[in-house]
């Protein structure tokens, strides 16, 4: 994957910028409003290039979508190109963010921001339940047909799932060694059960446990950190790596606020993982939610600026497809177990209500999430003008 250099920094940041402004919708829109921009209109990439692009960047952590708007950039102006391109992709829903939480979380905000909050929040564990069933398909093929490979596939979601619940911030230690355990099966299998007996992951695992408890902005960065670096699938799994300690261990938000927060980000332009932008501005202010979008953001800068050029090698590479069939499912159970930890939050009758709506929409019948959480919160504000309870 080598740079033209054809296009100037300008037109770079007028094009990305606007796609960061109208991106609502998530990475299914960015993914189409990237090939529209660089496929169709301008043709400044064949559709060979882009849908390796889009490979590419699935398979590294982190959110995939705006490495692949960082990639495309790259891929016509170099590293400015990349920084450019990137910076004016996240900007826009960065800043519209950071806005409404100033609104959202303010000491004491009117009752129809607290129903509209809540009413918003209330519908998330559907969203997240629709998140993890729409990828359910393609990481179910890609297992193979074999019952001992679906096996190890639920085996892997229910890993998840689990994880999701019961360990938060450690979630990651479950996916990598989802990921390493599958290269291993398929290492063996392949060497027809002969091999001898092998240490996969006992090194691994204690480098996230080695770190010192942090505090102030130490903790948003490596919370930050571990949402743009360690997490597997980007979106949604961004949500149990982060809610356990925004609100159980630093106890920065309420678990209505850390609602809040995911509703947010999926309502708002441009990449979801916008979300640790809030629980930044909850720890430390307008300066906390700076810090938290700027480590969150950086590996995918690096990933492309450094590895951009051996992509195609890392996509031909065996292991890294074998740890991806065996993070995936992890990384859909995660999601699906989110779920429940986030219902769990939701302290009135109305918003299951709200919820149960919000499942027959996006579950049943398969539509879009910023519909179903305005919807949500307008359903929010008029329970608020009723009178019905809100905290």
């Known amino acids: 994957m080598e740079t033209t250099g054809r296009v100037n920094l300008a037109m770079i940041a007028r094009e990305w910028g ?18 529209r921009l660089c496929v169709e209109r301008r043709t400044w990439l064949s559709p060979e290039e882009f849908e390796d692009g889009i490979a590419a960047t699935n398979l590294l952590p982190g959110p995939a979508s705006t490495q692949l708007a960082i990639l495309t950039a790259w891929r016509l102006r170099g590293t400015p190109g990349a920084l450019v391109g990137g910076a004016c992709f996240i900007a826009p829903g960065l800043a519209l963010i950071l806005a409404l939480a100033v609104l959202f979380l303010a000491g004491d905000p009117p009752a129809w921001v607290l129903g509209a909050a809540a009413g918003a ?7 997240a339940v629709q998140a993890a069933t729409s990828l359910v398909p393609a990481s179910f093929g890609r297992a193979g047909r074999g019952r001992a490979a679906r096996a190890r596939w639920a085996g892997y979601a229910l890993a998840g799932a689990v994880a999701a619940v019961l360990t938060g911030p450690w979630l990651v230690l479950v996916l990598i060694t989802s990921g390493l ?3 291993a099966v398929r290492r063996r299998e392949e ?4 091999e001898r007996r092998r240490r996969t992951a006992g090194g691994l695992l204690p480098l996230a446990t080695a770190l010192p408890a942090l505090g102030g902005l130490g903790a948003v960065a490596w919370v930050a950190f571990k949402v743009g670096a360690l997490s597997y699938g980007g979106g949604f ?9 925004a609100v159980n261990r630093y106890h920065w938000m309420t678990d209505a606020q850390f609602l809040n927060a995911v509703a947010l980000g999926q309502v708002t332009p441009g990449p979801v993982v916008q979300t640790v932008a809030v629980v930044g501005y909850a720890a430390a202010g307008i300066a906390g939610g700076l810090l938290a979008a700027a ?19 890392l996509r031909a590479d065996r292991r890294v497809q074998d740890f991806l069939t065996g993070a995936g499912p992890a990384v859909i159970g995660a999601i699906a177990g989110s779920a429940l930890p986030l219902a769990a939050a939701l302290t009135h009758g109305w ?8 499942l027959l929409w996006l579950v049943g019948a398969r539509r879009g999430v910023v519909p179903a959480l305005l919807a949500a919160g307008v359903a929010g504000a008029i329970a608020a003008a009723a009178g019905l309870p809100l905290a």
Not at 121 to 127: D, Q
Not at 191 to 194: C, I, T, W
Not at 237 to 245: S, Y
């Open 18 to 35: 606007r796609i960061g402004i109208t991106g609502f919708g998530g990475p299914p829109a960015h993914i189409l409003l990237l090939r």
């Open 121 to 127: 929040g209330a519908a998330v564990p559907a969203v």
């Open 237 to 245: 799994v961004i949500i149990p790596l982060m809610q356990d300690d």
């Open 351 to 358: 918003q299951w209500a709200v919820l149960a709506l919000a």
């Open 191 to 194: 060497r027809g059960g002969r």
């Open 295 to 313: 480590v969150a953001f950086a590996p995918s800068f690096l990933f492309v600026i450094i590895g951009g050029r051996h992509f195609d090698r």
């Open 181 to 183: 355990a599958e290269v």
